[in-house]
């Protein structure tokens, strides 16, 4: 189907879906640029070390499906960072990294499939907050960008000075 045959709102879906691929994308490919002897350091004993946040971008993309599912599990920004940091403890190679970004990406992916056209325009109404169902739609692509840019920085502390970007 082209993509002006679509409703406006199949369109944005289509338009977040392809944004978070694109997040996953550069969060990998900057992952994939990381040694084996690099994945757990970090320069600071506070900061993330690209497993975590590998495992802080997994657990945030399934959040994030939950937002957009109307199921939110956490109601305070104590449960959401005690959550986040016990799951990011669970992330010990790189292989079990790349599978739960990959896997969390998909639910992201399924929950925007999923998402009525009243819904696209509707607001989610959390506990901590609200906002436009739009903003939730487009975060899991922003936050895993984000993410990849922190693990670049990181990179570069240790002296990496090449682009890890991905093969598009």
Do not use: C
């Not at 002296?159 to 093969?167: C, L, R, S, V």
């Amino acid at each position: 189907m082209q993509a002006e045959t679509l409703s406006p709102a199949r369109q944005m879906v289509a338009q977040a879906q392809q944004n978070a691929q694109m997040g996953k994308g550069f969060f990998l490919a900057t992952l994939a640029g990381t040694p084996d002897d690099r994945l757990t350091w970090t320069p600071a004993e506070t900061a993330r070390a690209p497993l975590q946040l590998a495992g802080h971008v997994a657990w945030s993309n399934r959040a994030f499906a939950g937002i957009l599912r109307d199921k939110v599990e956490q109601t305070t920004w104590e449960e959401i960072n005690q959550a986040t940091r016990d799951f990011e403890a669970t992330i010990v190679s790189r292989e079990q990294a790349v599978r739960e970004v990959e896997a969390s990406t998909q639910e992201v992916m399924d929950a925007l499939n999923d998402l009525s056209d009243e819904r696209v325009f509707g607001m989610a109404e959390l506990p901590m907050m609200t906002a436009p169902i739009q903003f939730f739609m487009f975060l899991p692509g922003l936050h895993m960008n984000n993410h990849a840019s922190q693990m670049d920085y990181i990179q570069t502390i240790y002296g990496d000075m090449e682009w890890h970007t991905p093969q598009m």
